[in-house]
RNA sequence: UCAGUCGGCCGGACGGCCGCUCCGGCAAGUGCCGAAAGGCCGCCGGGGAGGAAAGUCCGGGCUCCCUUGACAUACGGUGCCGGAUAACGUCCGGCGGGGGCGACCCCAGGGAAAGUGCCACAGAGAACGAACCGCCCUGCUUCGCCUUCUGGCUUCGCAGGGUAAGGGUGAAAAGGUGCGGUAAGAGCGCACCGCGGAUCCGGCAACGGAGCCGGCAUGGUAAACCCCACCGGGAGCAAAACCGAAUAGGGACGGCGUAGCGGGCUGUUCGCGCAAGCGAUAACGCCGCGGGGCGAUGUCAGGCCCGCCGUCCGGGUAGGUUGCUCGAGGCCGUGUGCAAACACGGUCCCAGAGGAAUGGCCGUCACGUAUCAUUCGCGCAAGCGGGUGGUGCCCUACAGAACCCGGCUUACAGGCCGGCUGAUAUC
């Protein structure tokens, strides 16, 4: 799994599909190519100031790695953009949050329509794999 | 002990699991990604946010542009004196003014006799120095009284003059206070204070002190214009250097071909001319007796231009690499200096990301805070102070390096240390 860093692919991506959940938005876009799943991170400047936007893209980031390869789809690039409430959300929660997330845009690819589709408001605290 | 003041420091600790990034060493398929430049993958060891990393307000280094090297002008900045420094609007030490019992704090602190402007309201008057109420004198008139006198005292008013003591206005009223003086007054005279001047003394200087002289003349405002002195070329690491596609466009050479096809422009007639062209013309052809209609925003032939393929050259973009961390560097010691700081010696290498690493999830402890229980001391009591334990909250404030330094400013939960001052108590 690679990193999205060129502003140009995160552009694209953009104008894919999306799943919301009250700590992000998953967006996605299948490519061409035969590569490796690539996946970015965006946090804009309302949600907060610098360290705490920093906190955001770290505990997105944890999620991404704690997540099973398994459920995300191959050669397809992702971005998740953050809300000001991963800074306060259960992470186990967060990480129900992500897995469903994930399975949304699955079904809708190419019409890029918006699968909304908030999380579970009270999730037991499950392992995390 | 309480209150205050100044300065310095810290800004959670330990552990578990899983990660990120850089450096060094070893290993390394000629492996993977990419057209290329270039990047990625294993193991071991080590480093990895701040006192403000922030605001981007000053000063520098560095890079490019321009030449501006100097002077002048414009614009901007700075503004008591001396020192420190690469430099500064910073720092240190003094001076002056103001505040505080004091330690100490604050100051946009050059020039108002170069010039211009402004000084609202109130007030008579606010700057080529002012008489509103007063006070005083003289003349005239008038009321009353005393009287021997052409005299004296007194009341009202008018006119002329003197006056800055008193009242009133104001942020500010023309030096202040006292004594003398005077019709009443006034630097009119004198003493002290203030102000100004030159002299002398101390100090590198800002400035301070002394006696002498001047009778006071220059009100405030320069964060109003202005004057004086000093400083300043511009842009900034998204600077800049190197490598460098795809596609489009530029140039050179070669190949194929000089034919066909596609696109664009030209396209009438007559005369002269070999032609290029020049001149004339709506003037041509057909139908029609004619008016008129059609050919015709047309067409043929011909001419000119562009379009193919390959190699190379040069410029630019995406992208990549460098710049990128050894520095006016940190720590320790010695010396000089009141100090800021400087010199010398020793020692250490201490973040280098780039959609942006330095973390995520937990556990234990400490700290803080709220509440409950219990207990101790003081007290008649209400209550106050302290200890122990449980639970909850915050599980930490302000805040994230972005080329690098020196400063300034602003933000900050909580805590520690030291100097000094005042008050109280005790000896």
């Known amino acids: 799994m690679d990193r999205l860093r060129q502003r140009a692919d995160f552009l694209a991506v ?6 919301n959940s009250p ?8 490519r061409d190519d035969s590569g ?4 970015g ?3 804009t400047k309302k949600n907060g100031n610098a ?3 920093n906190r955001i893209r770290r505990r997105l ?3 991404v790695k704690r997540l ?3 459920s995300m789809q191959p050669h397809h690039d992702y971005v998740l953009v953050g809300r000001r409430d991963a800074l306060s959300r259960d992470f186990a929660t967060m990480l129900d949050d992500l897995r469903i997330a994930f399975t949304k845009p ?3 690819t190419h019409k890029g329509s918006r699968g909304q589709r908030p999380g579970p408001a009270s999730a037991a605290s499950r392992k995390p794999d």
């Open 41 to 43: 991170f965006t946090v």
């Open 106 to 108: 699955a079904r809708h």
């Open 36 to 39: 490796p799943v690539r996946i």
């Open 51 to 53: 360290p705490e936007r």
């Open 61 to 63: 980031r944890e999620l």
């Open 68 to 70: 099973d390869p398994v």
């Open 23 to 30: 700590a992000f938005v998953l967006q996605s876009r299948p």
């Open 14 to 19: 953009a104008n894919g599909a999306r799943a």
